[in-house]
């Protein structure tokens, strides 16, 4: 389904990065039908690593050795953990992220985009003296990216460390082996090291969604990934999960993982995606929303936020699966990571746009007839510009 977007070359947005602050008036509560007083204080609890991501993008080929090559356009946002983070935030989720941050500007940045400009809770988090932000250069090309990182792990807290909220009685570095109660969390698995937190929090009846990365090893042994058992969800993308499963499709696959987990989510890339739900036997397929890809970073964790909060809802899973999707190709067509994540008015924006293109394919377009209900009115044209090409400009400018 084409949505023909036409895309600047330079991002319209001129807000200084340390002055963000979206409208959120548009936003609304996916799960305020189903919210109690007993509920737990936090929708979604992460934990991870924030990066400062800086993206060039409008290259027309991959760097060539020995030679300067020129972006038509340049972005910079959080990135790392705060992808996911701010995703689900601007799909108003009440979010909490345990996180280290540098005590650079790097960091002050990162830190005032999340809590400022995205209502993000960082009680758990901290600041760590003379410790560096670690840096992602993204370049986008020919619809994929190229990344280059830079950091050191985050030491262990100290009496120096600054914490948003000393009066917790949950320090940011005591977070991994006392999570506070909350209704979900993203479980980063790696292989071959279980964290204690993730089997507490599902002592508390958290539910938890498992995010895995590249094997580095090479070893793609399920039974590496301990902490599986303690998972509702698994969402590898294909590759990852042919590789874990061995298998030759992303349909086994997505089966294969049903053994080990009750639902599989098997991204397709440019196919979609499928699931299946061993609990009900259901299984879903939804294929992807063709957009022009502007920058693809951040588009899985994106689309991780998206199966949450449709699952949080209590949305059936072609839905859930189709409602990933399509945040996820929203995404794209922004610079970033975590400033490229759409949020409910951006949502409302496609779907108010996409109904007006000619020769639309009806049937494609009714799969998500669903959120018609949910949306809020669009004031804005779609799509958006969020993120911004430099850190700040100067007392003046």
């Known amino acids: 389904m084409s949505t023909e977007p036409e895309l600047p070359e330079q991002p319209l947005d001129t807000t200084r990065p340390g002055e963000h602050r979206p409208d959120h008036s548009g936003c609304l509560d996916p799960l305020a039908a189903r919210r109690t007083p007993d509920d737990p204080p936090w929708d979604v609890l992460l934990t991870g690593t924030v990066f400062l991501d800086i993206i060039f993008t409008g290259l027309d080929s991959a760097p060539v050795r020995g030679t300067e090559s020129w972006a038509r356009g340049m972005g910079s946002s959080p990135g790392g953990v705060a992808n996911m983070a701010t995703a689900l935030a601007r799909l108003g989720l009440r979010t909490s992220l345990a996180a280290a941050f540098g005590d650079d500007h790097y960091g002050e940045y990162c830190w005032d985009t999340l809590a400022h400009g995205e209502g993000i809770d960082l009680s758990r988090s901290r600041t760590v003296p003379g410790w560096h932000s670690p840096v992602t250069v993204s ?38 082996t006392r999570p506070p109660r909350a209704r979900s969390a993203i479980a980063p698995l790696t292989p071959g090291a279980p964290e204690p937190w993730i089997a507490q929090a599902a002592r508390q009846n958290t539910l938890l969604f498992a995010d895995v990365g590249w094997d580095d090893t090479g070893r793609w042994d399920l039974s590496g990934l301990s902490d599986l058992a303690h998972c509702e969800a698994f969402l590898p993308n294909a590759e990852e999960a042919m590789r874990y499963t061995r298998t030759e499709s992303p349909r086994a696959a997505a089966h294969a993982l049903t053994e080990h987990v009750p639902v599989a989510v098997v991204t397709l890339g440019a196919d979609g ?23 693809p970073t951040g588009a899985g964790d994106v689309f991780v936020a998206g199966f949450v909060t449709g699952t949080l809802a209590g949305w059936p899973l072609a839905d859930r699966l189709a409602f990933a999707g399509l945040t996820a190709a929203l995404s794209v067509q922004e610079f970033g990571g975590s400033l490229s994540a759409p949020g409910w008015v951006e949502i409302a924006s496609w779907w108010q746009r996409v109904r007006t293109l000619p020769a639309q394919d ?5 799969r998500y007839a669903f959120l018609e209900p949910l949306l809020p009115e669009a004031t804005r044209p779609w799509p958006l510009r969020r993120a911004v090409p430099t850190i700040g400009f100067g007392s003046g400018r």
């Open 139 to 176: 370049m986008a090309y020919e619809g994929e990216r190229t990344m280059v990182s830079h950091g050191h792990e985050a030491p262990a807290d100290t009496d120096g460390a600054h914490t948003a909220d000393t009066s917790t009685d949950t320090a940011a570095d005591d977070t991994l």
């Open 273 to 295: 995606a499928y699931a299946v739900d061993s609990r009900t036997g259901e299984t879903a397929e939804v294929p992807a929303i063709a957009v022009e890809a502007l920058d």
């Open 362 to 366: 009806l049937a494609a377009l009714r």
